[in-house]
């Protein structure tokens, strides 16, 4: 058992520092990735931000959460893309014949993710505080915050594990993450539930993205957050062990 365990985390270890060369050697991926979601905010904040009311005078702050939960939506189609690309290159056959332990080239792709992904949204704090972000949070707060974002990431990643082994072409690939992009824009990420239509409204208080925004907006404002951080990481720790079964299912037919 404990040999097991130190062949996976070696092998974990080759597979992740091959994929981060990889974004090394393109860091257009995370500029690309920090760049729409920042512009989002900047568009919002000074555009549209004035006609909105939100009960609040710091629109940046409301603003935040949602903008961080795009750029992870984002950034997680370029898993599925580079996974796609190994799959179309024959890569895994090559590492299916050495004697590794299978599932650590998925972990590399996954945990790759998890590292581009914390970049782009510290970049995207660093700008929000230049325009106006202010927090009270505490050094807790804030990692309960990077653990939801942690978290919110893994289940996405391996969500876009599937379509990265099971597209039939590059734009089948990253295509699935579109979706995942408008969840924001039916939620408390931008205008409170209240404003919205009774059929709307019903959709946006009850799907993740406005249980985890209203999380992480509270943890950030250093307010009691109540029953949101549970439903939050409930939606979290629920979308992430099904869509790791769900990969892992995928994967093993794929190997096969």
Not at 86 to 103: L, W
Not at 107 to 136: D, E, K, P, Q
Not at 162 to 182: E, H, M, N, Q, R
Request: include cysteine; charged fraction near 10%.
């Amino acid at each position: 058992m404990e040999m097991t365990k130190n062949y996976f985390f070696s092998d974990m270890g080759v597979m992740l520092g091959r994929s981060l060369r990889h974004i090394l050697r393109s860091m257009d991926t995370i500029i690309t990735v920090t760049i729409i979601p920042i512009g989002m905010m900047l568009l919002f904040v000074y555009v549209f931000g004035g006609a909105i009311q939100t009960g609040t005078d710091n629109y940046v702050n409301y603003l935040l959460p949602g903008i961080l939960l795009m750029a992870i939506g984002s950034g997680i189609s370029y898993t599925a893309f580079r996974l796609f690309l190994d799959m179309q290159r024959g890569i895994f056959e090559r590492f299916h014949s050495m004697p590794i332990v299978r599932s650590t080239v998925l972990w590399g792709h996954v945990l790759t993710s998890l590292v581009s992904n914390a970049i782009s949204a510290i970049v995207i704090i660093l700008v929000a505080l230049v325009i106006g972000f202010r927090s009270s949070a505490g050094i807790l707060a804030w990692l309960a915050v990077a653990g939801i974002l942690a978290l919110f990431t893994l289940a996405l990643t391996w969500i876009a594990v599937i379509p990265g082994l099971t597209a039939k072409s590059v734009d089948g690939a990253s295509a699935f993450s579109y979706p995942l992009l408008f969840l924001p824009f039916i939620s408390s990420a931008f205008v409170p539930t209240t404003t919205m239509p009774p059929a709307i409204r019903a959709f946006a208080e009850n799907q993740p993205v406005t249980a985890i925004v209203e999380a992480i907006r509270s943890l950030l404002a250093g307010q009691s957050v109540g029953n949101d951080i549970w439903v939050a990481l409930a939606w979290c720790l629920g979308i992430l062990i099904v869509a790791y079964i769900s990969a892992m299912w995928v994967y093993k037919r794929k190997a096969a």
